[in-house]
């Protein structure tokens, strides 16, 4: 499961967050270990962690205006006020020049690394899957920036859930700077500045739903750890997975939810949730390995009664809004044939 943006993290940026300015981005202690490991010091959590009180705080009060509310004062749009369909026909008429998606993004990527190498530790250690996330947002939103109630609503739900992630609002302004910057690089010297403005408010009116929808969910936690009861393999390559949340966790039979194991860390994979919920508070839900090595494999091999797991808020739909996408014929697909 990635994020905003990709982001595992998130993704994507915007995947990734709204600012609280860029301090959260600042102030990282970073330690590197060897050429890929970089983690996140115990300060830069705890300051996250007050942003998050805070924002928490302001909204009992009643005294901080929501995201989208702030969209005109800030430059990110309200669905009220985004003119998706002539910011589409302009990005649609310049897309050539940045595809496809997957190079695009890889260049993205590379300068959001390069810029700021502690947001690589959002990440699973193989990028391939969150290219394809971000590759398919990117399709979401140029084929439905005519509906911005429904891209404002998906990514609201994507935003509650993204927080499971590690992603906050400082995220999303080191996001759309990789971005202005791989556009630039791939739009040469055919790119305007009206095309990029237009990715811009495309992108901030993603980002601003995304923030609505974390700071909606900041009363119940990103996560939830639980302890396996009970795993069994009725088939060689399928395991029945049974757990216990340590908090409530109020869901239906039927939703999925997104599952972290501590084997494959900062990758996450939906799964449908086939248990009814009863007075245990347990979670069942159904596994299929796929030999690539990922989520699956170490949920079915490598897991037994007693370890824990993460799971991420249940919702309907594996990709709320998003998986469908997978099947459509987006900006991308259809001027690159794919």
């Known amino acids: ?17 709204q600012p609280e300015t860029g301090s959260a981005l600042g102030s990282s202690s970073v330690c590197t270990t060897g050429a890929a490991a970089i983690s996140v010091g115990h300060d830069y959590y705890a300051l996250l962690a007050r942003h998050d009180a805070s924002r928490l705080r302001r909204r009992i009060l009643g005294g901080a205006p929501s995201a989208t509310a ?11 006020l985004h003119d998706g369909v ?4 302009v990005i649609l008429a310049h897309v050539g020049l940045v595809l496809p998606f997957d190079a695009l993004i890889e260049d993205l990527y590379d300068v959001m690394f390069e810029r700021h190498p502690y947001l690589r530790a959002l990440f699973p250690e193989s990028m391939a899957f969150q290219r394809t996330h971000l590759a398919r947002m990117f399709d979401y939103l140029v084929d439905r920036l005519d509906r911005p109630e ?10 509650r859930d993204h927080r499971k992630l590690g992603v906050r609002p400082a995220h999303y302004q080191a996001f759309e700077d990789a971005l202005c910057e791989a556009l630039r690089r791939r739009g040469g010297v055919r790119w305007t500045a009206a095309a990029e403005d237009a990715w811009l408010r495309m992108l901030r009116f993603a980002v601003a739903a995304m923030v609505d929808g974390a700071d909606a969910a ?12 009970d795993h069994r393999l009725p088939l060689p390559d399928t395991a029945v997975i049974r757990v216990r949340p340590h908090e409530p966790y109020a869901y239906a ?10 084997l494959v860390e900062q990758a996450w994979r939906a799964y449908r949730l086939v248990s009814t919920p009863g007075p245990d508070g347990e979670v069942e839900f159904h596994v299929r390995a796929t030999g690539a090595g990922g989520v699956n494999d170490a949920l079915v ?20 809004g998003i998986g469908q996408v997978a099947g459509d014929r987006g900006a991308g697909a259809s001027m ?3």
């Open 301 to 320: 091999f490598r897991t037994g009664v007693g370890d824990v797991v993460r799971l991420g808020p249940p919702r309907v739909g594996s990709e709320p």
């Open 70 to 80: 702030a969209a005109a004062g800030a430059g990110f749009p309200s669905a009220a």
């Open 1 to 17: 499961m990635t994020g905003p943006f990709g982001l595992s993290g998130p993704v994507p940026y915007w995947p990734a967050g």
């Open 336 to 338: 690159a044939g794919r």
């Open 253 to 262: 039979a039927g939703q999925f939810a997104a599952v972290e194991s501590p």
């Open 218 to 229: 900041l009363t119940e936690p990103p996560y939830w750890s639980a302890t396996v009861v």
């Open 150 to 159: 429904e891209i404002a609503a998906t990514f609201a739900r994507l935003g």
């Open 86 to 89: 002539a910011d589409r026909e």
